[in-house]
């Protein structure tokens, strides 16, 4: 593939802007980061003329594709009437009484504008609410880029330690460990080291941070009971269980993750899918978890939040997911057929591989049949072929994440479902 007008950009830019990118994530991406010009449905357009279908979903949020004409429009009414207000407007009510009634077990939300300010907020509301300062989380579970939560993330066996009494491993520079001495981290899906822990530090967390479906460390599935466990411990010593759904949100589900897997947690967290590429996240709670927030205990801030462009955009992408109750059983086998033929083509060709997840979000992991239960078994599959694989898959036309994570949108037709079945059988015989 030609991208020798990308390589030409990403020289100029690194001139002029840190790295050459916007987030260090998409240094990795290709070689050169690729610059594109335009998207449409599910396809990106490059500078240097390809076209490409897009299994990324700019890392999730383009739940309905790009240029999605019923977004555009409410994006496009409310931008005539406002850019920001700092202060309140009915959209705000639309769009929070919206989801109330489509998340289980939701009675109230409030907006903030990333995933990683919506986790501060809940991080703080929880400790304000129970009085204790502790906190846990999971390896390979990311929780956003303030340091107090960036921990464990993709440590080395090095890093992380005695599996069953893991260390707090930071996960970059600038991480004094000042900022992290409350963290508890455990391996995800094992519910008897969560119930050990309580039994130690039980008067002293605040809070469990999971992913209900580790995507962010291989699309890991949660084993059963384990998400009801982690709900029950916590109710049982007074903490709050928190569900991160900035990926699997209104993704799983129109209910996100408290729907697809039938379990309802104290707290979930949203952005990404909630406005279909705007900047948008919230947190979701019953009635009393804000009550912190009324009788003036603690503050949520931000000059941003609730603007109107973004709350039009998330009401808009609500509207049109549950428009058809079939969208998401749509999307889901979309992916389930993805999956399925990148396992046969693997077997033709006599290479292990398995895939885990969900159809809207799913990773292929080669170099083993048994799916990953958690994070370091994850870290064991054979990412060299994948890079490989997915170096074919961009050559013939189909551009992908680099950690074997595939991501499935409303835009996603069988036409799309035919191009990548066809990529997927070609980059295996190039293998």
């Not at 109230?108 to 502790?134: H, M, P």
């Not at 491993?169 to 409350?182: L, R, V």
């Not at 119930?195 to 291989?218: D, R």
């Not at 699309?219 to 466990?229: A, R, T, V, W, Y």
């Amino acid at each position: 593939m030609n991208t020798s007008q990308s390589a030409a950009h990403h020289a100029e830019s690194s001139q002029y802007l840190a790295m050459g990118v916007s987030s260090g994530m998409r240094t990795y991406v290709t070689s050169p980061p690729l610059f594109f010009e335009r998207a449409d449905g599910p396809y990106y357009f490059d500078v240097d003329g390809n076209k490409l279908l897009d299994h990324t979903l700019a890392w999730g949020p383009l739940i309905l594709g790009s240029n999605h004409p019923q977004l555009n429009e409410a994006v496009i009414e409310a931008l005539q009437k406002s850019y920001t207000l700092g202060a309140q407007h009915p959209g705000e009510i639309a769009l929070a009484k919206r989801m109330t009634e489509v998340v289980p077990g939701v009675e109230q939300v409030i907006f903030s504008n990333t995933g990683t300010e919506a986790i501060q907020t809940t991080l703080r509301l929880a400790r304000t609410q129970t009085g204790r300062t502790k906190f846990i989380k999971f390896e390979g579970h990311y929780h956003g880029w303030a340091n107090n939560v960036l921990l464990s993330y993709h440590a080395t066996d090095e890093e992380a330690g005695n599996l069953e009494a893991p260390n707090v491993a930071p996960s970059m520079g600038g991480q004094p460990a000042s900022e992290y001495t409350e963290a508890i981290v455990l391996p995800w899906n094992r519910l008897d080291l969560l119930e050990q822990t309580f039994e130690k530090h039980g008067n002293e967390i605040a809070a469990v941070f999971t992913e209900p479906l580790l995507a962010n460390s291989g699309s890991i599935e949660p084993k059963e009971g384990f998400l009801q466990g982690l709900v029950d411990l916590c109710k049982k010593h007074g903490a709050i269980s928190v569900f991160d759904e900035v990926i699997t949100g209104f993704r799983l589900a129109l209910g996100g993750a408290r729907e697809f897997f039938g379990v309802i947690p104290d707290v979930s967290v949203y952005a990404k899918a909630l406005a279909g590429g705007f900047s948008l996240s919230a947190v979701a709670a019953r009635k009393e978890f804000f009550d912190v927030l009324r009788d003036g205990s603690t503050i949520h801030a931000g000059t941003y939040n609730g603007n109107t462009i973004c709350l039009a955009a998330g009401k808009a992408t609500l509207d049109i997911l549950s428009a058809d109750p079939d969208n998401h059983s749509r999307m889901h086998l979309h992916g389930l057929q993805l999956r399925k033929t990148i396992e046969e083509a693997a077997q033709n060709k006599g290479l292990p591989l398995c895939t885990s997840g969900a159809g809207t979000v799913f990773n292929a992991h080669f170099g083993t049949e048994t799916p990953p239960t958690h994070y370091r078994e994850y870290a064991q599959v054979d990412m060299d072929t994948y890079t490989k694989f997915r170096a074919h898959m961009l050559d013939n036309g189909v551009q992908l994440l680099p950690d074997g994570r595939w991501y499935v949108g409303l835009a996603h037709t069988p036409t799309e479902l035919e191009i990548a079945q066809e990529a997927i059988h070609k980059s295996f015989q190039l293998l």
